[in-house]
């Protein structure tokens, strides 16, 4: 067995020989080159010769529904998610992030930025505690029965039975963190808490539920508009605390403009 290690923004590195088995990892953060296919497709290419033999195993955290990852999985019809039994009622079901309580859970305010560090703290120190809720019995999967539980799981396709499988040589899986054996329920609550805290949940939804993150942009409501000033051309009201001014270029019939407001 030869490994041949090549890098995502050199097209010549993805393209030099063909190769049976290729393993793209963390595909969202490539930087491929604008005169090029993307690094995944220049990799994938490669195993062209092999045919019905060759296996292309892309790996990464997600970031945005634009990234590869995502991509990847959406464009594939076999999407597999890990479905544990309960310890209680032996139903197998998938963990979602809807499935987590922890203490504090609907007590502490979300709005409220050190009772969520606070409540982080706790959690990080075992003071407070944190398990997944059987959306059958709603009875309790606590940390300690985890691991065994996981263990006990298998890969079902979305939409489908167990062991019901489309046709199809692409198979999709989602692995959200608290299938490893290193994060906890607590770790994962942490996460979340913390990102409330600091208004950014970038970290939780890529890391640990394994999610795209939603990308937000601003729209102006129509009471931004109703609250501007009546006063009238070059006069500053009263109650203004600072005069502000902004500029931008334009470029109309190959002429620059500059606009000063």
Known sequence: ?????????????????????????????????????????????????????????????????????YRLWRTTTDRRHWHSPCPACGVVDRWTWESFRWDGRGVVREDDEDELLALADRLEAGEARAWAECSSCHGEIREHERLRVVGEGEWVTEGRAPGDRPDGRRVAYHVPAWLSPWVSFSDVVVSYLRGRADGDLTDFHNGRLGLPSEEITGTLEATVFERRSDAPARVVPSWATAVVAGADTQVRDGRPYWVWT
């Open 1 to 69: 067995c030869t490994i041949y290690p090549a890098w995502a923004s050199s097209p010549q590195a993805t393209a030099s020989r063909q190769i049976r088995f290729v393993v793209l990892e963390e595909t969202d953060k490539y930087e491929g080159s604008a005169r090029e296919a993307p690094p995944d497709k220049l990799a994938e290419h490669r195993t062209t010769t092999y045919r019905h033999r060759r296996r292309v195993l892309a790996i990464s955290t997600p970031t945005t529904k634009l990234g590869t990852i």
